[in-house]
């Protein structure tokens, strides 16, 4: 449980501009949808997705990595892409599982298969939407597990698009789909409350300080 | 006016599979909407506008480049790009001319303006999409000449996408919106006849001869 005395104080070192900021992207951010991501291997890809899920609302983003590098970090402690919460996985099995176990339905986005189209797509369920390899596309681990497959119409002599433009495709269609349905998509209270507090983290340097000294002060 | 005996008789130098993919993109294809890039600097992310275009059935792309490089010509060559027409212009004006002479409207897309939103676009009148540079965006001349303007939603931190997913975006909507539309948004027949002429011209190696053996067998 977050203290929300802690939580207040915390805030009154942000400017309100920020504070305001918080709650207005956090009243919009949504669990019911999530993405994985499968051994991408162009950085600037992963982080075009990551960037793509701040901009639509997603909060969580699972990254299967075969090894997981430092530049990775880097990257991501720079850009929007600090505001959404990455999960990092060496292999895909142990993501496919965590997302089960978290009531996900397991959505492969591939252009070869038989899929249903975007258009398509009901949005009732929680769904992880999977894109895969550049190249390659998703491994036969997640096609064989996968409860849905989702494509984009192409009707031109290219066969394939970016994973980030495919992405960015399919996450302004579905998320946009979510907001104009009955269906509560939103963070809980307790789950906007937790997202205050880490961003409060991630925007104060001194954080540790601030803390311990309002502990001291307390106790 | 195309010669269909002509273009019979170079479609017979086309495999099969060749011929019938043409006639099923080119039922796709419209100028009902184009695009139209401005100054993007970053070759990638015209090339990647362009791929976009081929993939939702769009066949002209205009380019508006302060200085006509070499480097395009290259790139174009190669890829799917090559089956979208570009027209390319040094300035901005004569680009913005030449689409209201052919009838479109302007709409610029920026996320700056108080523009409507993508999903609230009326696609029944022809409409040029201005896309502008990686940080700038639009020109004043695009802004100030525009019909309208439209904006894609956001709602994380980020406040503005990559050119090239922008585009993607906005096309793959707006094609689709048209496609399940009354409107007649299809190439005509001679423009059809017209493209599978210029696609037998790109595909087939030494057109030149063939066409001039068959003139000289003919008269």
């Keep these: 449980m977050i203290d929300k005395d802690l939580l207040e104080h915390l805030e009154g070192f942000l400017t309100e501009r920020r504070r305001g900021l918080f709650t207005k992207v956090l009243a919009e951010r949504t669990r019911h949808f999530t993405v994985a991501v499968e051994d991408v291997y162009q950085l600037h890809n992963t982080s075009a997705v990551l960037r793509s899920c701040d901009v639509f609302g997603v909060q969580d983003v699972h990254v299967v990595e075969a090894s997981l590098g430092k530049k990775m970090d880097r990257e991501i402690a720079m850009g929007a892409q600090k505001w959404v919460d990455i999960q990092r996985y060496t292999n895909t099995q142990k993501c496919i599982d965590t997302l089960k176990s978290e009531g996900y339905r397991i959505i492969a986005t591939t252009p ?35 409860d849905e497959f989702l494509k984009i119409p192409m009707v031109g002599f290219t066969e394939s698009l970016n994973i980030s433009v495919s992405a960015a495709i399919t996450l302004q269609h579905v998320t946009n789909k979510l907001r104009n349905s009955d269906i509560s998509w939103q963070l809980t209270e307790e789950e906007i409350l937790e997202k205050r507090f880490d961003w409060c983290k991630k925007t104060i340097k001194s954080i540790d300080d601030i803390v311990n000294r309002y502990k001291e002060e307390r106790f």
């Excluded at 249903?116 to 929680?126: G, M, N, P, R, S």
């Design 112 to 146: 070869h298969k038989d899929s249903q189209y975007l258009h398509e797509f009901d949005v009732t369920q929680k769904a992880a939407f999977f894109f895969g390899k550049e190249t390659e596309g998703l491994s036969e681990e997640v096609l064989a597990q996968a």
